[in-house]
């Protein structure tokens, strides 16, 4: 009986669905169809292209619907026995040069699921649709009965751009091996393909060099410090024992990668230099202009920012370029690094080198002389192109962040795009490969909510601002943008369920901007199919971000008159307000237009409802806090 209520539900489930889809990213093209595929104990996979890496991806799909509670098996031969039910897995006889390799066709039939692609990567994109349109529930190892009803269509999809990243910084705190394949897991799930590994910092070094063994034995650890970075932790004291950190094997390295590629995703590594070097000169001083130890920073403050954008390193954490001795240590370093990591790039960070100590250094200003280098922005630049001999003498390509422009970028280096557009924009007028990745739209450490209920940071990023992301600026030719990413640094990102946490739901918005087709780009469809992921996530019990139900607070002052606009960007929703000190909220006032907030003890209580249930957190700001927020 239970088992036909279920069925009853989930028929009326699909009839809803019927003219619609909660795909994220939103396909190409998808046209609903008569009829419906039930997902069963006899259903079974039909691998029709039988090379060993796609057998691979379908077992891992395998696995996943028998977490669910399904026991699904490859079909070897015809049974008569059972139901020919299946999950048709197959690769184009005749390639189709409209969905290009990362494409697929996606048929839902009443007796066949046909997945058609013109490669391994194709079928892998087809797959994680599909997983998209299972119940909820198969997201939950207790899903108990293993039914799944899928509704009819025809579905021709393909990517936008071939680079479509996320960044991992597992320096600023050091996540397990595991934790990194789960990270990888769940971005696949969505297709992205690039997981770029940020592997170096100040904070740790992760990654065993076997040439320079003390990286990992004394530049992956720290002495354990707790508060904000660069803020409340104090540097560490003489004789301290450094406990916190940790750094993967080449073993552990090279089993990454082959979990990566499994689920078509290239890793892209990371070695910061010459900048936030710290924990590699914490290991080898020698490598620095003043050659004097130092400590791994366990998050204290080491350096002065002005407004004006500029700085000053109170402890060095740069190398020394004009030190033959750093190109050595360079060279042994990306030799193994190349070895480990199949793609095509590397990443040398490039990015906040600060000069200071170059500048008051007599040899660094000798050797500046000797070569005929103007001033300190030419020799970053000559560090970069030397950096770029070694890396592409490994069969391997350069990538670094903009800063690798100034003073005149190398030839062959690629370049990541972070402040702003403006270094994207203008690499690519030269004819340079390009990935944007600004820090207006893609970083996605910071704050996504009102600081009255988040972590605060120095910055903010959310969800609709995310989804305003356009890889391709005006005047600029498509063909040099490779894509882009969003990026999770992890100064205040210390285990793995807050970095879900910053990272869904704004890497939706990513992957939409670089999967989907720009003219079919619409935020009331996209917020829609994010509240559709909301429920799968909970079925997983992985806790991300339901920021964008909350109100935007805007506090102004009129007249001498603080005045309160709330608002938000979800369908079908209601704002209510308190200021007289009253619970709950739902039961106070409906917001309508602005209203002014008296000089008074009191709190602002508001929150976001729907059909009577409450959206998203209460924001409760005290009027202390509404007055600092008065513009």
Not at 126 to 152: A, C, I, W, Y
Not at 568 to 594: G, L, R
């Amino acid at each position: 009986m239970k088992n036909g209520f279920f069925l009853i539900i989930m028929f009326l489930g699909v009839l809803t669905l019927k003219a619609q889809h909660n795909i994220i990213p939103a396909p190409v093209s998808f046209q609903s169809t008569n009829g419906m595929f039930m997902l069963d104990n006899k259903t079974s996979i039909d691998l029709r292209a039988n090379n060993a890496a796609l057998r691979k991806m379908a077992e891992n799909f395998q696995i996943f619907l028998k977490n669910a509670g399904t026991n699904i098996n490859f079909k070897s031969v015809p049974n008569p026995e059972i139901s020919n039910k299946a999950i048709i897995l197959d690769l184009l006889k005749t390639k189709d040069a409209s969905i290009g390799e990362e494409g697929y066709l996606l048929e839902v039939k009443e007796y066949a699921i046909e997945i058609l692609a013109n490669s391994n990567s194709g079928i892998f994109n087809g797959l994680q649709t599909l997983r998209q349109m299972l119940p909820k529930d198969f997201e939950s190892n207790d899903h108990p009965k293993g039914l799944g009803m899928v509704m009819g269509c025809k579905i021709k999809d393909y990517p936008r751009f071939g680079w479509r990243g996320l960044m991992f910084d597992v320096s600023r705190h050091f996540f397990t091996v595991d934790e990194v394949k789960s990270y990888i897991d769940k971005m696949a799930q969505y297709k992205f393909n690039v997981f770029h590994w940020h592997l170096t910092d100040d904070e740790g070094w992760r990654i065993e060099i076997k040439s320079f063994p003390k990286l990992t034995e004394i530049g992956a650890w720290r002495v354990e410090r707790y508060g904000r970075f660069g803020d409340t932790r104090p540097q560490p004291k003489e004789g301290e024992k450094a406990t916190y950190g940790g750094f993967y094997t080449q073993e552990q390295i090279k089993d990454v990668v082959k979990y990566a590629a499994e689920r078509n995703v290239t890793i892209v590594p990371e070695i910061d230099i010459p900048g936030h070097s710290m924990a590699a000169l914490a290991a080898y001083p020698e490598l620095s202009t003043l050659k004097k130890a130092t400590s791994v920073n366990p998050g204290a403050k080491f350096a002065e920012w002005f407004a004006n954008g500029t700085f000053e390193m109170l402890i060095e954490n740069t190398l020394n370029p004009a030190d033959e001795k750093v190109y050595e240590f360079v060279n042994k370093v990306m030799t193994e690094v190349a070895a480990l990591f199949p793609g095509q790039y590397i990443h040398m960070g490039g990015d906040e080198s600060y000069h200071g100590f170059w500048e008051r250094d007599a040899t660094v200003q000798a050797f500046m002389k000797k070569n005929n280098i103007k001033d300190t922005h030419e020799l970053q630049s000559y560090f970069v192109k030397r950096v770029e001999k070694i890396v592409s003498s490994k069969g391997k390509k350069l990538i670094g962040w903009d800063e690798i422009l100034e003073g005149g970028l190398a030839p062959g280096a690629a370049v990541m795009s972070w402040r702003g557009m403006k270094g994207g924009i203008e690499a690519a007028k030269m004819g340079v490969p390009v990935v944007m990745t600004p820090t207006t739209y893609a970083y996605i450490d910071y704050t996504q909510g009102d600081k009255s209920v988040e972590n605060p940071i120095y910055a903010d990023l959310s969800l609709e601002k995310t989804f305003e992301f356009e890889p391709v600026p005006e005047g600029v030719d498509a063909k040099y943008i490779l894509g882009g990413q969003a990026n999770l640094r992890t100064e205040v990102v210390p285990n793995l369920q807050f970095a879900y946490y910053m990272t869904y739901p704004r890497a939706f918005s990513t992957i939409e901007t670089l999967w989907s087709p720009k003219e079919a780009k619409n935020w009331n469809s996209f917020i829609n199919r994010t509240e559709s992921h909301f429920l799968r996530f909970d079925a997983a019990k992985i806790n991300i971000s339901k920021a964008v139900y909350e109100p935007i607070v805007n506090i102004k002052k009129e007249t001498g008159k603080i005045l309160v606009e709330l608002s938000n960007n979800v369908p079908n929703t209601e704002i209510y307000y308190s200021i007289d000190n009253t619970y709950p909220v739902n039961y106070a006032k409906k917001y309508a237009k602005p209203f002014e907030v008296p000089e008074a003890n009191l709190n602002l209580r508001v929150q976001t409802f729907r059909n009577g249930q409450a959206l998203g957190r209460e924001l409760i700001i005290p009027y202390s806090e509404i007055v600092k927020r008065a513009k």
